[in-house]
């Protein structure tokens, strides 16, 4: 490798796009090349993990106060301002750095900001998409999805206007404060997701996916037709089995033990992931449903999950169902959770790095799809790969009790997954699709520089 080549990594400051890029980075650095890691100062201060070897880890404020709540359109407002300085100033500096300035700019695709700064400054810069092709695709779509007036119930309408998706995508599929657009009254988060996306997809030299041509390979097409150049790169955690880690929870790695004393396949592991706040009454429906099938689950509740209620409360309830069949944790080693042979199913919010790190250890899903992406994935899961089941906007204990029986049930649907898994773990495979994508981004990357 080139020793001039220096790359700086620069993800969305959640949970879910910290991950993605942080094995990205760890695959580059393994490729030789130099990079640098961009958290927030918030994120970079509740991370107790060390950075993996060989990566250098900086930091920039927010804009926000550290007790200040962090939405999705707080976060992006406080980074195009306060975050947006910081970064160019912080560029400036690597850029002068005698002994290896920065070359190449990888940004979350939800900050056109730092690729338009960047590009100001005479650095070439990628976009990053930590979602699934299918989705980034859909969101690529809403302006022809908004003319076609393809956004509006009745929900179960099939979906014309999102490219190679036509047949099996629904109304209901698509990101729910969609529906709404038309009357210029659509949830301000997905309007604005679409427009970053679609900014930062015109604006970068190429696109990185986190997903495998073997699961997306006709959303794939179509992206490319879009775009200057796409690399599927994925699934990248499944690069290695002890890939890096950047909790912003403390993980509860008791959970582990408590696996270990049950037999294969008989557990439930739930999580809805680190955004996702459901109401008391879901929680009610959910914790019912699964004591119902007589499993036991190993559930994921983040302190501030439930509304309403504290989690000391939660615990009891989930202790006291069903003979105390469940253990709660605030946050799990989830990678491990589901590579553990006791685990028998992920009832899931279907978010994509949960998608995929279930996928590639072959484990059958439960849907139960929260917002955005997430009602994309799902579909696929239960409609295209059928690799599980998508419970979609029902939340009833009763759907819950006889979705997660059948998963857990089913040879076919146990077979699907671990066809699939089998695939993923060939694509990331040395001469493997994805590792091919992977050695040419990191010509790309070095021809850049030339
Ligand atoms: N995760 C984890 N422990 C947990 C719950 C989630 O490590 O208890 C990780 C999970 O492995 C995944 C990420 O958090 O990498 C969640 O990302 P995802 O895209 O699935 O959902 P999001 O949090 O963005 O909604």
């Not at 002068?96 to 940004?107: F, K, N, Q």
Request: aromatic share 6%.
């Amino acid at each position: 490798m080139d020793a001039g080549v220096h790359v700086l990594v620069f993800p969305w400051p959640r949970q879910g796009h910290i991950n993605p890029m942080l094995h990205f980075a760890t695959a580059l650095v393994q490729a030789g090349v130099q990079v640098t890691f961009l958290h927030t100062e918030h994120n970079l201060r509740r991370i107790a993990q060390a950075p993996p070897p060989g990566l250098r880890l900086l930091s920039l404020p927010d804009g926000l106060p550290d007790d200040h709540p962090r939405s999705f359109l707080q976060l992006m407002e406080s980074m195009c301002e306060t975050g947006s300085a910081a970064y160019r100033a912080l560029l400036m500096s690597l850029l002068s750095e005698a002994s290896a300035p920065v070359t190449c700019v990888v940004a979350d695709g939800n900050m056109p900001f730092a690729i338009n700064i960047a590009e100001d400054l005479g650095v070439p810069a990628l976009a990053f998409a930590g979602n699934s092709a299918c989705s980034y695709l859909a969101l690529l779509s809403v302006p022809k999805l908004v003319e076609l007036g393809e956004i509006a119930f009745p929900a179960d309408d099939p979906v014309c206007g999102v490219p190679g998706m036509e047949g099996f995508l629904r109304r209901r599929d698509l990101p729910r404060g969609l529906h709404c657009a038309e009357q210029g009254d659509g949830d301000p988060m997905v309007l604005k997701l679409a427009e970053v996306t679609a900014r930062s997809c015109n604006a970068a030299r190429a696109l990185i996916i986190n997903t495998a041509a073997s699961m997306e390979r006709q959303a794939l097409a179509h992206i490319a037709s879009r775009t200057s150049d796409v690399f599927a790169v994925g699934p990248l955690h499944a690069r290695s089995r002890f890939a890096a880690s950047a909790s912003l929870w403390r993980e509860d790695d008791g959970c582990m033990a408590w696996l270990d004393g049950h037999e294969d396949r008989s557990v439930v592991y739930v999580s809805l992931g680190s955004v996702a706040v459901i109401t008391h009454q879901q929680f009610t429906e959910f914790l019912s449903g699964l004591a119902a099938t007589g499993y036991a689950f190993l559930w994921v509740l983040r302190p501030d999950m439930v509304q309403t209620t504290s989690s000391a409360l939660l615990r009891e309830a989930v202790a006291a169902a069903k003979g105390g069949k469940g253990r709660v944790v605030e946050w799990a080693p989830q990678r491990d959770v589901l590579r553990h042979r006791a685990v028998g199913c992920f009832l899931t919010h279907a978010g994509w790095n949960s998608t995929l790190e279930c996928a590639v250890e072959g484990v059958p899903m439960v849907c139960w799809p929260f917002f955005l992406d997430q009602l994309i994935n799902s579909r696929f899961v239960g409609a295209v790969w059928r690799t599980g089941l998508d419970m979609k906007d029902v939340c009833d204990r009763g759907v819950v009790e006889r979705t997660v029986r059948e998963v857990m049930e089913s040879d076919e649907i146990r077979g699907m997954a671990q066809a699939m898994s089998q695939q993923l773990r060939l694509d990331v495979m040395e001469l493997g699709t994805s590792s091919s994508e992977l050695e040419r981004l990191v010509r790309f990357i070095t021809e850049l520089r030339a």
